[in-house]
């Protein structure tokens, strides 16, 4: 059981390139979240999915997108680097209240 | 929409002295309330949670206190040691949003020795 894995754990991108940032939990959760962590700040959700098939806006989605074909999976893609986009990632997983956070995927954007 | 307020923003300490850190949240029906704990470069590690049917919860040198009228919840440290500094996240799950955890905006809790 190695919980929430997130890849990569870092990565440089240029103005305008686009990447996805892997997440994945083998605790059979359906809920899943994607947050931004940007320096010295708090956690703001830019996704989140209730089970397989179904994703909602979080608070800062401008800029991301998500799907979620499997409940293990959560990918979120980012078109279009922007500076503003540089931040950590955290992928979480939730059954009952409990959430767990996956490692975090460090992106700077220059 | 969900609001979480925490304060204070740093809180400095010296080892062996009690560090408390208070939260304040807007919706009366949220039901549960986690902290999170995040050393430096390190994901955020859930140290203690609370629901609404309890006024206090303690696990060794942590406790959370509870005050549904008042919308606040606290978080107490004592006896603090250096490995408790790092950055402490209050939560609350807002029966509105679903299984959304609304985040505050972190208290840095540096333990001096």
Not at chain 1, 33 to 45: A, C, E, I, N, T
Request: aromatic share 10%; proline share 5%; hydrophobic share 30%.
């Amino acid at each position: 059981n190695a919980g929430v894995t997130q890849t990569p754990k870092f990565r440089i991108l240029k103005i305008g390139q686009s990447m996805t940032l892997q997440c994945a939990q083998d605790m059979n959760h359906n809920y899943m979240y994607w947050y931004r962590q940007d320096p010295g700040m708090g956690l703001k959700l830019i996704y989140y999915s209730v089970g397989a098939g179904i994703t909602d806006k979080g608070e800062v989605p401008n800029g991301y997108n998500v799907s979620r074909s499997t409940t293990e999976d959560f990918p979120l893609r980012l078109e279009l680097a922007a500076p503003s986009q540089t931040s950590v990632y955290f992928c979480a997983s939730t059954i009952g209240e409990t959430q767990y956070f996956g490692p975090g995927t460090r992106l700077l954007v220059l | 929409g969900e609001n979480v307020e925490q304060h204070p923003s740093t809180l400095s300490v010296q080892e062996g002295d009690s560090a408390v850190i208070k939260c304040t949240y807007s919706d009366s029906a949220s039901n549960y309330f986690p902290w999170y704990k995040q050393e430096l470069g390190k994901r955020p590690q859930l140290i203690i949670d609370i629901r609404s049917n309890v006024g206090e919860k303690k696990d060794q040198r942590i406790a959370v206190t509870l005050n549904k009228t008042a919308k606040h919840f606290s978080l107490h440290i004592t006896e603090t040691q250096p490995e408790d500094s790092a950055v402490y996240f209050c939560a609350a799950r807002f029966k509105a949003a679903g299984n959304k955890l609304t985040f505050g905006g972190g208290t840095r809790v540096l333990v001096k020795p």
